[in-house]
């Protein structure tokens, strides 16, 4: 019986796509330059990091189980961090505007 092999071609295809997006993503700094900002540059940099270290684990053929974990959380961290910096694009518009609610 030959030992059960997985495929690694949706795990990274799933980094591939988690990238794309956050290369996709608005410039942080092409929207202010507040503490917001730097800190939403620092995560985007850390989730950049993540996802290198998550390729590397997947090169290593480590336990696919274990990527996909962080693979599921780096998806959510991702789609949390994109929606901090839509929402401080929208309220750097709302400033520009002219108020706040």
Do not use: K
Not at 26 to 55: K, M
């Amino acid at each position: 019986m030959e030992p059960h092999t997985v495929n690694l071609d949706p795990l990274l295809r799933a980094l591939d796509n988690l990238d794309r997006r956050l290369s996709a993503a608005p410039s942080v700094g092409e929207i202010g330059d507040s503490g917001r900002e730097q800190l939403l540059l620092r995560d985007r940099e850390r989730l950049r990091a993540r996802l290198r270290a998550a390729a590397v684990l997947l090169a290593e053929l480590s336990d696919p189980l274990v990527v996909q974990e962080e693979l599921r959380r780096l998806t959510l961290d991702v789609d949390h961090h994109l929606q901090r910096v839509n929402d401080l694009a929208y309220d750097a518009v709302a400033m520009e505007v002219g108020g706040s609610e």
